[in-house]
């Protein structure tokens, strides 16, 4: 079956690099993806990684996968105040079927 | 262009009764997923529909959910005989399932509350 993990909270300083860690157990999984959910909004998608994809980057953001481990990361660097949110690491089998996702890590940034 | 917008935003509820929850979708979307967020559950799989049919339906908790998508374009969750444990946010979501974009657009949801 699928199982998506995350750590549930992870705190930082404004400036510094984050790292938000996920993993999956479904060696199936075709697509990952990154959301972030803002207090009281909804699921905005980030990014997403093809599986034959081992790492892409975005503007601030990285993501690195490893099959291997079945293991996703997002980095986020330069992280501001304004990236506190609740991060959602998700996985499918296909592009069009529906989303396994974790229970979200909550990151904090202190100025 | 217009987001998914779900309706309405909140609803309170008495246990036993029945509650309608509304998605619409961004215009020409065929895909349209629901989602429930409740604490210590995360994001559950509720149904997916491509155009008007359900080719999805495993993550309805259990008869008492129903989904149903007219016209591939509007949808309506319903809830008959609401129990507190169906207190969560429901999400809505769609896509278009074509091309290099496998993005699922979110709605802002809409938080049940069963009393």
């Known amino acids: 079956g699928e199982d998506v993990e995350q750590s549930l909270f992870l705190s930082v300083r404004e400036g510094d690099s984050s790292v938000i860690n996920c993993t999956y157990t479904d060696s199936s999984s075709t697509y990952l993806y990154w959301y972030k959910q803002e207090p009281g909004a909804g699921l905005q998608l980030l990014t997403y990684i093809f599986s034959n994809m081992d790492m892409k980057q975005d503007q601030r953001l990285t993501v690195l996968l490893n099959k291997k481990d079945k293991h996703l990361s997002l980095r986020i660097a330069d992280t501001q105040t304004g990236d506190s949110a609740i991060y959602f690491c998700?996985?499918?089998?296909?592009?069009?079927?529906?989303?396994?996702f974790g229970k979200g890590t909550m990151l904090l940034v202190s100025p | 262009g217009a987001g998914v917008s779900q309706s309405p935003s909140n609803k309170v509820t008495e246990k036993g009764k029945d509650v309608e929850l509304r998605c619409d979708p961004i215009?020409?979307?065929?895909?349209l997923y629901w989602y429930r967020q409740s604490l210590g559950q995360g994001l559950e799989f509720l149904i997916y529909?491509?155009?008007?049919?359900?080719?999805?339906k495993s993550g309805l908790p259990s008869d008492r959910f129903s989904a149903e998508r007219t016209g591939g374009s509007v949808s309506t969750l319903t809830i008959q005989r609401t129990q507190q444990e169906d207190s969560a946010v429901y999400l809505c979501a769609s896509g278009m399932n074509s091309g290099p974009s496998y993005e699922q657009y979110f709605g802002p949801g809409t938080r049940l509350t069963v009393t």
């Open positions: 215009s020409g979307h065929t895909a």
């Open positions: 529909f491509q155009g008007n049919s359900a080719p999805d």
């Open positions: 998700a996985e499918s089998l296909s592009g069009y079927s529906t989303l396994t």
